[in-house]
């Protein structure tokens, strides 16, 4: 069976540190990946999103970054974070286009 | 950009009723809709599914009622436990999936 996953859980960074939080899928081959951000009592906005190796599409302009070095990675970084970039992080997979999305159990960052 | 609400925030049920969680989608051109749980500190947990030719599909204790002519969709959980209690939300797709922000349940032992 698939199954994702995501670490850290969660992370706490200073302001104008870097980040990079990591996503890895099992059990299927080529999925499309996504990014989310999750604010509290908001829904889900996406991030980046991926077809394959290499390939990464931004949905919003941001100081983020997302890059899928494998097949199953899929990578959201930053250079240098800002308190905005707080929030709860998801990863996605799913098999094709309008197919259901599955979640990982996300990381919590607090940017101080 | 295309939205996805829910008209009640909160739902209290007792244990054993049945739950009724409502969503409205924005465009009549979605396809595809799934209904997620969502527990605290965790991601979204897949429940169901419908797409777009059909109005009414059913999975253990949860039915999912499609109705195009209004645009919504509401996620129907019988014989409510309190392992159900959850954030649960609807995702409608169009080219991408667009989000409800979601309904809370608690469910009273």
């Known amino acids: 069976s698939q199954t994702i996953h995501q670490w850290p859980a969660t992370l706490v960074q200073p302001v104008g540190s870097p980040l990079s939080l990591e996503c890895t899928v099992e059990?299927?081959?080529?999925?499309?990946l996504y990014w989310y951000r999750q604010a509290a009592g908001r829904g889900l906005q996406l991030l980046f999103y991926s077809v394959g190796i290499g390939q990464i599409s931004s949905e919003v302009p941001q100081n983020l970054s997302a890059s899928r070095p494998q097949d199953r990675q899929f990578i959201l970084s930053s250079k240098k974070l800002l308190l905005s970039d707080s929030g709860f992080y998801l990863c996605?997979?799913?098999?094709?286009?309008?197919?259901?999305?599955?979640f990982g159990d996300g990381t919590r960052l607090s940017i101080l | 950009g295309e939205s996805v609400g829910l008209h009640l925030p909160t739902l209290s049920v007792q244990e054993g009723d049945n739950s009724i969680i409502n969503c409205a989608y924005s465009?009549?051109?979605?396809?595809?809709f799934i209904w997620y749980k969502q527990e605290s500190g965790k991601g979204p947990q897949f429940i169901i599914d419908i797409r777009s030719n059909m109005d009414k599909r059913q999975g253990q204790r949860v039915t999912v009622l499609l109705n195009k002519t209004v645009k919504h969709l509401s996620l129907q959980i019988a014989a409510t436990q309190p392992g159900d209690s959850a954030v649960y939300f609807c995702a409608e797709n169009f080219n991408k999936f667009y989000f409800g922000s979601g309904t809370k349940l608690n469910v009273k032992p």
């Open positions: 059990g299927t081959s080529n999925p499309n």
């Open positions: 996605a997979w799913e098999d094709g286009f309008n197919q259901p999305q599955h």
């Open positions: 465009n009549s051109a979605s396809d595809y």
